[in-house]
């Protein structure tokens, strides 16, 4: 749960820039309102995760037509270096270094799609950025996305190669996604499974009294 009032003290801020920011939050899918509650953080459940992998099925592919000009193609080619220099590497640093450089990437490809598409786009990355940062919380961090093929791809024009590219990715993301919420399931130890009883044979039921009949 999330209280404005808590919020307000910890940033020095206004109640009322408090619950602007919330209502924001709450429309990409962030947060809930609580009726007389106060707030409460969407949580990352099955459910949630689901909907938004079948959101990236749905839209991404739409980014393998995308045309870069020249300028474009040498940005995303050093943002792509500095991704794959931080691979295999654990230092915070590092990583924060390669999960900015992968968002970048992400944001310029979606530039030139139309204002509405842009905005899906760029939910679609905070909601994806939540789900990595939560796992890394969890101590189940996820690689960031190999995406040098893929701009490749786009920079030859290779439209069928580049959606191939981006579904794979996909595919990968929710295996990895899946298999970090499977370990969240809980361990039962056989050790300390309660034995069953064996059921109890039933108790003879008391034979009825003797009632004598009554002579006609």
């Known amino acids: 749960m999330i209280h404005e009032a808590v919020l307000a003290e910890r940033f020095r801020l206004g109640r009322a ?25 969407t949580p990352l459940d099955g459910p949630h995760v689901a909907a938004l992998i079948l959101a990236r099925r749905q ?27 931080a691979a295999g590497r654990q230092e915070p640093a590092v990583v924060a270094t390669a999960r900015a450089a992968e968002r970048r990437m992400r944001d310029l490809l979606a530039e030139q799609s139309g204002a509405l598409a842009r905005r899906w786009f760029c ?27 893929l701009i490749e791809a786009l920079a030859s024009g290779d439209a069928v190669s ?35 009883r064996r059921p109890l044979a039933p108790k003879p039921m008391a034979a009825a009294p003797a009632t004598k009949r009554r002579e006609e």
């Open 17 to 41: 820039a408090v619950r602007v920011a919330l209502t924001r939050l709450e429309a990409i899918g962030f947060v809930e309102r609580q009726a007389r509650q106060g707030w409460r953080v």
């Open 59 to 85: 839209l991404e592919p739409a980014l393998a037509r995308r045309l870069l000009s020249a300028e474009e193609v040498q940005v995303l080619r050093a943002l792509a270096i500095a991704v794959g220099a």
């Open 123 to 149: 939910e679609l990355a905070d909601h994806v950025s939540r789900i990595v940062r939560a796992l890394e919380i969890a101590g189940l961090p996820l690689a960031p996305a190999h995406l040098s093929p």
């Open 162 to 196: 580049a959606e191939r590219l981006i579904r794979a990715e996909i595919d990968g993301f929710e295996i990895a996604v899946a298999r970090a919420m499977l370990s969240f399931a809980p361990q039962v130890n056989p050790a300390k499974r309660r034995r069953g």
